[in-house]
């Protein structure tokens, strides 16, 4: 089992800075693609970010240029750096990993956070 447990998440002016972090700990044998999303109310969740074990990254458009999706392998940590919030960021943010056990082989399993509330006030 792994569990991923979340921080960093408050209040925030508009143009601020936030920092959340995810980090995996339990039975760890292989950490693949790592996630952030997002769940406004009354919206749907939305991929935020992700990266990959080898450091590949992608971005939603809505936070491209604003969000990094760093990631410390060592620390089993994934952090989304969010810069230039807007009041749309206002949302819940979950992170996700997919995680092969050891012996796994092709086996995947996704693990999810608990989630965080980031509120940017316009």
């Known amino acids: 089992q792994v569990q991923l447990v979340e921080s960093g998440g408050g209040l925030v002016q508009t143009g601020g800075s936030l920092r959340l972090s995810c980090a995996a700990s339990?039975?760890?044998?292989?950490?693949?693609?790592m996630r952030w999303l997002r769940q406004a109310p009354g919206k749907q969740r939305e991929l935020v970010a992700y990266?990959?074990?080898?450091?590949?990254?992608n971005y939603a458009d809505s936070v491209k240029g604003r969000f990094t999706i760093p990631r410390d392998n060592a620390k089993n940590t994934v952090y989304l750096q969010m810069n230039s919030l807007k009041p749309e960021d206002t949302a819940v943010y979950y992170c996700?990993?997919?995680?092969?056990?050891?012996?796994?082989?092709?086996?995947?399993?996704?693990?999810w956070g608990q989630g965080t509330q980031v509120t940017v006030s316009s």
């Open positions: 339990g039975s760890i044998f292989s950490i693949n693609t």
């Open positions: 996700n990993a997919d995680h092969t056990p050891a012996g796994g082989g092709s086996v995947v399993y996704r693990y």
């Open positions: 990266i990959t074990s080898g450091g590949s990254t």
